[in-house]
């Protein structure tokens, strides 16, 4: 199989890797100008640069280039470092380009009422593809979600035995029940997802958390959850709400500083169930509001 067919093989598959190639060549080298190898998430590889240490210590800087998702240039002196002179180089200084190769990043949006409708818009319009799943098909359907990865119509429940997110997943939880909002978050928080979101305001999250601890969950399965969910930036209406988690949505697929999770301060602060700290949290915010910053949304509008 060509590389570039193992790539797009790869993404599909949801699986992350990086491509090595050689880009610039002075001197005898033991292979040529554009080889590529292609090193994926469980070690293997395809293609190859020329073998020896060079391509070990490549394919070393290709897992750490997949982990952090940020291109390296490394360069080779095969004529001065005695430690390639392995009796499979040539000689010569040769520089190689290594770039993440990532799948698309996969959201899972549990509600599809008016707040998921405009996040699907939004997130796919940032390059997220979207699972959309409600447990009522005249709102889950590809009339109102065309162009869906999936969209799953069914009871909860279901649901969530079906799917199996990836550690490069994204999940954010907005359906028109704190009670079902409650069981995804006890699903999402034992799930590898690297993303966890949940709308409401932060004396739910408060009264979510306890009870899940409560429960036997441990806290610090909470550390990814980000609630009130999306970036605090005065948003109201249901578009607004929308292009605040897509933006914290990309902020840690970017691994931006933004995207710290809101419910740490859960852990940093120790607040265990009965404990009664932090009770007045969004006290303004009433049970059947969603607080998005310092904004408000009717329950109703999901």
Sequence with gaps: MEIYEEIVALQRSGRRGALATIVNVRGSIPSFKSAKMLVRDDGSIAGTIGGGCV??????????????????TLTFDLNQDPKYDTGLVCGGTLEIFIEPVLPAPLLYIFGAGHVS??????????????????DREAYANAERFPGARQILATDFDLTLAELAPSDSAFIVIATRGHRDDMRILRWAVQTPARYIGMIGSRRK???????????GLRPELFERVHSPVGLDIGAVTPEEIAVAIVAELIASRRNSERALPHMSWFLSRRVAPGSGADESADSSAGPDEIVEGKSSLSKSGL
């Design 55 to 72: 391509e070990a210590e490549v394919w070393q800087a290709a897992r750490e280039v997949m982990t952090s998702e940020k291109p390296r």
């Design 117 to 134: 409708l405009e996040l699907f818009k939004a997130a796919k319009n940032a390059g997220f593809d979207v699972v959309v799943a409600d």
């Design 205 to 215: 999250a408060i009264t979510v958390f306890r009870q899940l601890v409560g429960e």
